[in-house]
């Protein structure tokens, strides 16, 4: 193992909204079985309105929501978008609110916000789409430190389980990491499979990190060296328009299931494919016909919930390979879910401009 590389490793394994009443999930024409999915008590007014520049005038336009983050106790929810604001919000509150922008210090679209996972802290990392990378106190509201990195097309970050590192990808073909408490770049740079990198997410246990992009390959690091753990591709099923040919496609999301032992992917593909991480074998192939699927996060290993470019939120039960229940209520593609487990709470952004919530019995 080079320096550069334990170096890295050591940072890494530390630990080893919408006005109308909330939408109740339908079950599709495919589920056999009851939804396992309850409306919600409460909901997400539309964001405040904010002044925009257009070519011909000031006009008055809602945020593209683009990426959502929880608090450690799941109490705030966190927002950002193209408006370049971070706005934050009570997920106790019982009755529809408006978000409130807390943060206007960013240079360009925000294109992701998470939470710091060590255990008391009240930060939180942002990234915008120049580069622009910075972690704020969101109870004082303070920008504590930035990153000098700066650079066209950022896209994605991801934050070790342990909070050390902060790792970053785009446009390019590369992969890069970051000291969190301090902000200064770690080395070596991952080279990513190809270029324009979307999602990229590490394993609970911080052992692995996953990326996907334009290429449809979905590459798979061991953290403690650096090597490639495995590679995937994320392929159209075999049907009448591709006449038998498996047919690369871009990757918007991937996400391990809590165990680890499972990845999924999807994007511009007509299917989700799941893969087992020990033998590299395909677990489930979920096909959605001809949309995209922009978002993703498992609930657990058999529940998996993805949000697509027709505005829907979607259960699936891996062992079974069906949609199981299904949420029709957006009006515009579904960027970003996250699922709370001490709740049971599923929240889905999109660019219709809300927050939505949803709630597992």
């Known amino acids: 193992m080079s320096k550069n590389r334990s170096i890295l490793h050591n940072s890494l394994l530390g630990v080893v909204c919408a006005v109308c009443l909330i939408p109740s999930f339908s079950s599709t024409a495919r589920a056999q079985t009851k939804p396992i999915l309850l409306p919600c008590v409460s909901t997400y007014k539309e964001f405040e309105t904010v002044q925009r520049d257009s070519s011909s005038s000031k006009v008055n336009l809602k945020p593209v929501v683009e990426t959502i983050a929880l608090s450690q106790d799941g109490s705030t929810l966190f927002v950002g978008g193209d408006d370049h604001r971070i706005y934050a ?27 710091c996972p060590v255990e008391g802290s009240n930060e939180i990392v942002t990234l915008s789409q120049n580069g622009q990378l910075a972690i704020w106190n969101y109870l004082t509201q303070q920008k504590l430190r930035e990153a000098s990195f700066k650079t066209e ?3 994605s970050l991801a934050v070790s ?6 790792a970053v990808c785009g446009y390019k073909p590369q992969v890069h990491f970051f000291n969190a408490k301090t902000l200064q770049k770690e080395q070596p740079v991952w080279e990513a499979p190809g270029e324009s990198s979307t999602s990229l997410v590490f394993s609970n246990d911080g052992r692995l990190l996953a990326l996907g ?4 390959v979905v590459r798979v690091w061991n953290t403690i060296d650096g090597t490639i753990f495995k590679e995937f591709t994320l392929v159209n099923s075999e049907d009448s328009v591709t006449k038998g040919k498996k047919i690369p496609r871009r990757v918007r999301a991937v996400s391990f299931d809590p165990s680890g032992k499972l990845l999924a992917a999807a994007g511009d593909s007509n299917q989700t494919i799941v893969w087992d991480l020990a033998s590299g074998q395909v677990v489930a192939s979920l096909c959605h016909g001809n949309s995209k699927v ?16 027709v505005n829907h939120v979607n259960v699936w039960k891996i062992s079974e390979q069906k949609i199981i229940a299904q949420g029709v209520e957006h ?8 699922f709370d487990p001490r709740t049971r709470t599923i929240l889905s952004s999109s660019y219709d401009a809300t927050v939505r919530r949803w709630s597992l019995p």
Do not use: Y
């Open 89 to 115: 919000g009570s997920t106790t509150q019982t009755d529809s609110f408006v978000f409130k922008p807390i943060l206007n210090a960013l240079e360009d679209w925000v294109r992701a916000v998470d939470v």
């Open 153 to 155: 097309g950022t896209h």
């Open 161 to 166: 389980p342990n909070g050390k590192i902060i």
């Open 213 to 216: 992009g334009r290429n449809g």
């Open 294 to 309: 922009f978002s993703m996060t498992f609930c657990d290993s058999d529940l998996l919930v993805t949000g697509d470019s």
């Open 331 to 338: 009006t515009g593609t579904v960027t970003d879910l996250l």
